[in-house]
């Protein structure tokens, strides 16, 4: 065999010693398990030149044809392989779970930590130097980037890319906030089959994630601000050419990365996840984003709160107008300067000496980023919400907290109390919401239980819960509405989520009645059910926890190790990482 002892470059005048590389520990030894690895290699068509010495770039490609918003990876990985080819690296494709949000049922985030784990144990298990993590949909873009943390191989993300535009006739369409839009229309009576047709026909006009500010445009823009892409990445539309461009040069940068051994634990830090979060505010991102950035933080030894996520949300204005909470979608935020524009607005609320993949901080990365259109990305003097864009509510109905996004709510609920109409389960709010006779106003509190971690199963996006059927017709488009759900990042309205500790397991969500007075006060940051607490406790020792109906399988370890909401949601046994990046025999 050749030997791998000479230095390699990696086209960009990086050199590193082959030696150090992961993938010798596979291939470099001469004994029979190394024979076995190279000869294996030989037998799929690979000489010695195809790969030794050379940095293996693994490419996990979370591509599916049930996977909507990732049907464009086959062309994708294919640049990607490209730019490791150009930049002397061995790239290879590996498979691994896809979590497309449209057609999984009953939720992907019971697969998150799924996804997670196969992500960290496939790097763990491989000869692999570097990953490039390519996801986009929800729950992909944490997931891969829990598990690439706790295996510590030097990695980058590569985002999806947010779908095209959408029209219908004069209107402009966002994926899931104006299908929730048009079929709140639909119930009231507003839209005939022929127009709502139309909308289906309309509503996702190409390959990519969609192009609201919802959880996946949320998560690429984290994921960028943790300095975990390239530049610009989070907001180039999936299916432009500055998008195959952005493949064959994640491409490159990977095995730049594999030289320079630049692992994802090397350069996040509290303050990068303090940035991160900053980023979501200003944003106004996805609710889910909170969860997720917590679960990743704690993969790399940090703890963040939503105490941590509050207090910065006293500080940080929303300066993205994009829907649900603004006007613009995603394409115009790439046209408007992308994530390094906003950021440039908010240099002093930034740790801007972070670390970035490319050898850059954050605060060099955004140096000379423009802003062309200040509609889209608000100047400072003019933001969309001044502070507290999202907050954290406590009080006895959620002692852990729960989250409102605020800034998609109506301002006249912000401070509001009414009776509750309470609930027990989802197929009892689908049977009963759209029936006349409903006992609720438009000062009711809409509460559904049994929607958490554990109660629903695995954290449905329930909780923009449906405006009664009745009072649609009535004009209704808001009210307060509680849940231990998460909801659609796209999603809007005064709906008050992620309650901890969930209905199921006898948080005080699990003993409010129908007709108990529940407070929403935004200005204090409060939810209290306004219920004696002797009353309380009555109903506590009366309360039957309710019994699991998982018994076997991956769901019955979801419901065995998941935490809660402000805890993350990962599996209690898999926060941080462990001590080796793979096992100890051969
Ligand atoms: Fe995939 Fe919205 S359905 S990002």
Redesign the pocket.
């Given at each position: 065999m050749t030997e791998t002892t000479p230095p390699h470059s990696n086209g960009a005048g990086t050199r590193g010693d082959a030696t150090q590389l992961r993938s010798n520990r596979w291939f470099g030894p001469d004994d029979l398990r190394s024979f076995g690895h190279r000869s294996r290699l030989k037998g799929m068509g690979f000489d010695d030149e195809d790969y030794l010495g050379k940095p293996v770039v693994a490419i996990l490609n979370t591509w599916s044809d049930l996977n909507?918003?990732h049907s464009h990876f086959k062309q994708r990985v294919d640049e990607i392989k490209r730019g490791v080819l150009q930049a002397g690296g061995f790239p290879v494709e590996v498979p691994v779970m896809s979590l497309?949000?449209?057609l999984m049922k009953p939720t992907t985030m019971l697969y998150r930590n799924l996804l997670a784990m196969e992500t960290e144990e496939v790097l763990r298990c491989h000869p692999i130097d570097a990953a490039i993590l390519m996801g986009?949909?929800?729950k992909t873009v944490p997931a891969m980037i829990m598990g690439a943390i706790s295996a510590d191989i030097p990695s980058v993300f590569f985002p999806a890319g947010p779908m095209l535009k959408a029209y219908w006739k004069d209107q402009t369409l966002g994926?899931?906030t104006d299908a929730w839009k048009y079929w709140a229309e639909r119930c009231a009576g507003n839209l005939c089959d022929s127009d709502w047709k139309g909308v289906e026909n309309c509503i996702a006009r190409s390959a990519g994630?969609?192009m609201t500010m919802?959880t996946?445009s949320t998560m690429a823009c984290i994921a960028e601000a943790l300095g975990l892409t390239l530049p610009y990445a989070s907001s180039i539309p999936a299916v432009v050419a500055e998008h195959s461009r952005l493949a064959v040069a994640t491409g490159r940068m990977a095995v730049d990365l594999a030289w320079r051994n630049v692992t994802p634990r090397s350069i996040l830090t509290r303050e990068s996840f303090e940035n991160a979060m900053a980023t979501q505010l200003s944003l106004s991102g996805s609710t889910n984003a909170i969860v997720h950035m917590i679960a990743m933080a704690g993969r790399a030894g940090i703890k963040i709160t939503l105490s941590d996520f509050d207090a910065l949300s006293e500080r940080v204005p929303v300066l993205a107008n994009l829907r649900p909470s603004g006007t613009h979608l995603m394409e115009d935020f790439h046209q408007a300067g992308g994530l390094p524009g906003l950021l440039s607005q908010m240099r002093d609320l930034l740790h801007l000496n972070e670390k970035t993949i490319n050898g850059m901080s954050i605060g060099e990365q955004i140096q000379n980023a423009e802003v062309i259109d200040f509609d889209v990305i608000r100047r400072r003097e003019n933001p969309i919400w001044p502070t507290g864009g999202t907050c954290v509510l406590k009080g006895n109905l959620s002692p852990n907290g729960c989250v409102l996004k605020t800034v998609a709510a109506d301002p006249k609920l912000h401070k509001h109390r009414g009776p509750a109409f309470v609930f027990e389960n989802y197929d009892e709010l689908k049977k009963r919401i759209n029936t006349p006779d409903l006992e609720v106003t438009a000062e009711s509190v809409i509460v559904l239980r049994s929607a958490g971690p554990i109660g629903a199963p695995g954290f449905p996006e329930w909780g923009m819960l449906p405006i009664p059927g009745k009072l649609l017709k009535q004009g209704v488009r808001d009210m307060v509405r509680i849940s231990d759900a998460r909801m659609s990042g796209t999603s809007y309205g005064t709906c008050i989520l992620h309650i901890s500790p969930e209905s199921h397991l006898g948080g005080p969500l699990a003993l409010v009645q129908t007709g108990d007075m529940i407070e929403l006060d935004v200005s204090r940051r409060t939810l209290n059910l306004l219920v004696d607490e002797s009353v309380l406790a009555e109903r506590r020792a009366a309360w039957v926890p309710p019994s699991r109906t998982w018994e076997r399988g991956y769901h019955q370890l979801f419901a065995s190790h998941v935490t809660q909401a402000h805890e993350g949601c990962d599996f209690d046994f898999l926060h941080g990482h462990s001590s080796k990046q793979e096992p100890d025999i051969f």
């Open positions: 909507t918003c497309g949000e449209m986009g949909c929800d994926s899931g994630t969609c919802g996946a």
